[in-house]
């Protein structure tokens, strides 16, 4: 079964890539190395998830967000080779706007990486950090950035 095919088995559809908000791009490719620009949890109808994990936000809640972020990802993904079958992830950095005393980081970004396995089956599997931080871009609960690679 192919990536799209066991994304439209889970029932979800890959966004529309978001405009980048500063002076960067989504991705950049150098060599059979694909490069994604960090994204939060955008919404279906373009609005962000937003709160601190841990006082507005629940664990449950931030795992689905990091699932958002992962979808987002596959779509850049996808508009940088054309085929989800092609790349394997390496590298994932999950950053979570989580209260100071917050420490299931690990948790909330399992959101991101079980989709990425999901989907991509071992070529999902990859080396990853999880952290808290003190705030994030117009507040979002989680931003996430990845490095893949490109087989042809």
């Given at each position: 079964m192919t990536p799209e095919a066991k994304l439209a088995a889970m029932g979800l559809t890959l966004p529309e890539i978001p405009a980048p908000l500063a002076n960067y791009v989504p991705y950049k490719i150098n060599g059979n190395t694909l490069y994604l620009s960090g994204q939060g949890p955008r919404r279906s109808d373009g609005s962000m998830a937003t709160g601190k994990v841990g006082?507005?936000?629940?664990?449950?809640?931030?795992?689905?967000?990091?699932?958002?972020?992962?979808?987002?990802?596959?779509?850049a993904a996808k508009a940088a080779t054309g085929d989800l079958a092609k790349i394997e992830v390496l590298k994932v950095l999950g950053m979570v706007n989580a209260v100071p005393?917050?420490?299931?980081?690990?948790?909330?970004?399992?959101?991101c990486s079980d989709l990425f396995v999901a989907v991509l089956g071992e070529r999902?599997?990859?080396?990853?950090?999880?952290?808290?931080?003190?705030?994030?871009?117009?507040?979002?609960?989680?931003e996430i950035e990845a490095v893949m690679r490109i087989h042809e």
């Open positions: 006082r507005d936000v629940t664990v449950e809640q931030a795992y689905e967000h990091a699932k958002l972020v992962g979808l987002g990802l596959l779509a005393e917050f420490t299931d980081q690990p948790k909330v970004i399992n959101g999902g599997r990859h080396a990853r950090s999880a952290v808290g931080m003190g705030s994030l871009p117009m507040q979002i609960t989680v």
